[in-house]
Antibody, heavy 120, light 110 residues
Framework: QVHLVESGGGVVQPGRSLRLSCAAS????????MHWVRQAPGKGLEWVAV????????YYADSVKGRFTVSRDNSKDTMYLQMNSLRAEDTAIYYC??????????????WGQGTQVIVS | QSVLTQSPSASGTPGQRITISCSGS????????VKWYQHLPGTAPKLLIY???QRPSGVPDRLSGSKSGTSASLAISGLQSEDEADYYC???????????FGTGTKVTVL
């Protein structure tokens, strides 16, 4: 069974930085694009970023563009989210998710349990 | 900001059928496929529907998805207490070059 575990969350002051990790196991990590999705308190799911299977392409939500950087180390089966210039509105549970393509579509088929980030 | 609009809530009694709608635009739902996710806060979201109407293995056939133009919907028939959760539509947006989620619909089983 695919396993995704986020870590690195915590309490951080506004303007500071934090790096999240997403450790993957039980599948061939370097075959899949990966996403970060967050949920702020009392809010819905918000997509944050995606990185291609080989790291060659990355896309970001406008709300984090220029402040967050997604990366991956396929030798370690791990994806990262470097979050700089953090704001109160970045407070959320951050989930990583696998992007699987099948049957003519791509979708987020497995998600981690999330890591909490509090900017205060 | 969510560019896919959903009704905030839906409810029904056990056994009933409910429908959740998702309204978007040409750049997202119009040009791309729709997925649906179920989420209980604090847990990992679960994929329910991909490619507008396809169910992954393990998702019961009482859940069904459809898409027409720039709108999509998720129907849940034979409503059960375990269906109480938040539901989100999602699609790639060509203008934003990013994935977008709907505003979410909270389903309550009365």
């Amino acid at each position: 069974q695919v396993h995704l575990v986020e870590s690195g969350g915590g309490v951080v002051q506004p303007g500071r930085s934090l790096r999240l990790s997403c450790a993957a196991s039980r599948f061939t990590f370097n075959n899949y694009a990966m996403h970060w999705v967050r949920q702020a308190p009392g809010k819905g799911l918000e997509w944050v970023a995606v990185i291609w299977y080989d790291g060659s392409d990355k896309y970001y939500a406008d709300s984090v563009k220029g402040r967050f950087t997604v990366s991956r180390d396929n030798s370690k089966d791990t994806m990262y989210l470097q979050m700089n210039s953090l704001r109160a509105e970045d407070t959320a549970i951050y989930y990583c998710a696998r992007d699987r393509c099948s049957g003519g579509d791509c979708f987020l088929d497995y998600w981690g349990q999330g890591t909490q980030v509090i900017v205060s | 900001q969510s560019v896919l609009t959903q009704s905030p809530s839906a409810s029904g009694t056990p056994g009933q059928r409910i429908t959740i709608s998702c309204s978007g635009s040409i750049s997202n739902i119009g040009n791309n496929t729709v997925k649906w996710y179920q989420h209980l806060p604090g847990t990992a979201p679960k994929l329910l529907i991909y490619y507008n109407n396809q169910r992954p293995s393990g998702v019961p056939d009482r859940l069904s998805g459809s898409k027409s133009g720039t709108s999509a919907s998720l129907a849940i028939s034979g409503l059960q207490s375990e269906d109480e959760a938040d539901y989100y539509c999602a699609a790639w947006d060509d203008s934003l070059n990013g994935y977008v989620f709907g505003t979410g619909t909270k389903v309550t089983v009365l």
